[in-house]
C-alpha cells in the first residue's frame, strides 16, 4: 500500500513538473519573440536617428542659413559706413 502511495506521488511530482517545463517554454519562446521585435525597432529607430542628424547637420550649415537670411528675410551685411563702434 506505501508503494502505490509513493508511485502514485511520484506520477503526481513528474506531471506537475512536465507543466512547469512545458510552460517555461513556451514563455521562454514568446519573451524571444518579443525580444527579437523589440531589436527590429531598435534597429529602425537608430537608422532614423542617423538620417535624423544628417538632416539637421544640412539645415544647420552656415551657408543654408546664409543663403535663408538674405532670401526670405532680405539680409545682407552691413556697409562700412553703416557700423558704428560704441566705446564705454
Known amino acids: 500500500m506505501i508503494t502505490r502511495f509513493l508511485i502514485a506521488i511520484i506520477v503526481v511530482a513528474t506531471v506537475i513538473t512536465a507543466i512547469g517545463v ?34 539637421q547637420a544640412t539645415w544647420a550649415e552656415s551657408t543654408r542659413i546664409d543663403q535663408v537670411a538674405r532670401e526670405r528675410l532680405g539680409m545682407k ?12
Not at 28 to 34: G, I, T, V, Y
Open 22 to 55: 512545458v510552460h517555461a517554454r513556451h514563455q521562454h519562446r514568446q519573451l524571444f519573440s518579443q525580444l527579437t521585435r523589440l531589436e527590429n525597432a531598435r534597429d529602425e529607430l537608430n537608422i532614423e536617428f542617423g538620417r535624423l542628424q544628417l538632416e
Open 77 to 88: 551685411f552691413p556697409e562700412t559706413a553703416d557700423i558704428v563702434v560704441i566705446r564705454p
